[in-house]
């Protein structure tokens, strides 16, 4: 079974904070995806990646960047925290093409 | 970039009753995906549709994509509390490599 694992499930930043929200899968997939979960405007692609080191902006890239270094790991990164960033962040990883989408069970992070 | 609508934003039903979520798109979709998230969940994948009127079944749902590959639905037939969560479709358009999500639509059943 698939398995997309983010390294935390709740985090609380003070605002202007760097911070790392990690991802990994376990099943060789090339294509790896940040989304942000907000009520009423559903799921925003932030970035993607369809292979190690590369990547792509999504809808909304601003304030963020991405880091992937290995196959099975894709790094989400907020130079500098900012209350808007509060949010539900959700990793996705997916073979090349229409394949689905398997979803990390993602991070609530709260910027203070 | 692309846009895909999905309607109603919130359906409320009885247990029982069918209920139905429509997803437009401003252009022409290579394919559909349609996810279901639980409350406090991520979305699961249901089901994918790739050609012009295909119309697939899983149980009490059916799934459509419209002839012209602009829109779909999904349609559940006497609903129940299992039901519960938001429904989100999701397509590429042809020259894309990320999926674009519609806003979901959140149902909620009473027993």
């Known amino acids: 079974d698939v398995k997309v694992t983010q390294s935390s499930r709740y985090l609380v930043k003070r605002t202007g904070e760097k911070v790392f929200l990690e991802c990994v899968q376990d099943?060789?997939?090339?294509?790896m995806f940040w989304y942000r979960q907000d009520p009423g405007l559903g799921l925003r692609l932030i970035y993607f990646s369809y292979d190690v080191k590369m990547k792509e902006k999504g809808d909304i890239p601003e304030g963020y960047s991405v880091s992937r270094e290995k196959k099975e790991r894709f790094s989400l990164i907020l130079e500098s925290a900012s209350t808007n960033q509060t949010s539900m962040y959700l990793c996705?990883?997916?073979?090349?093409?229409?394949?689905?989408?398997?979803f990390g069970n993602g991070t609530r992070l709260t910027v203070t | 970039g692309q846009q895909v609508m999905q309607i109603p934003q919130y359906q409320h039903v009885q247990e029982g009753e069918d209920f139905t979520t429509y997803c437009n798109s401003s252009?022409?979709?290579?394919?559909i995906q349609w996810y279901k998230q639980r409350p406090g969940g991520h979305p699961v994948f249901l089901i994918q549709?790739?050609?012009?009127?295909e119309v697939k079944k899983q149980k009490r749902l059916t799934f459509q994509f419209g002839e012209a590959k602009k829109n779909s639905s999904l349609h559940i037939t006497a609903t129940q509390t299992t039901d519960v969560g938001t429904y989100f479709c999701a397509g590429h358009s042809n020259s894309g490599y990320a999926l674009n999500f519609g806003k979901g639509t959140s149902l909620l059943v009473t027993p």
């Open positions: 996705a990883s997916s073979f090349p093409g229409y394949s689905p989408l398997h």
């Open positions: 099943m060789d997939h090339e294509n």
């Open positions: 549709l790739v050609k012009s009127g």
């Open positions: 252009t022409t979709l290579s394919n």
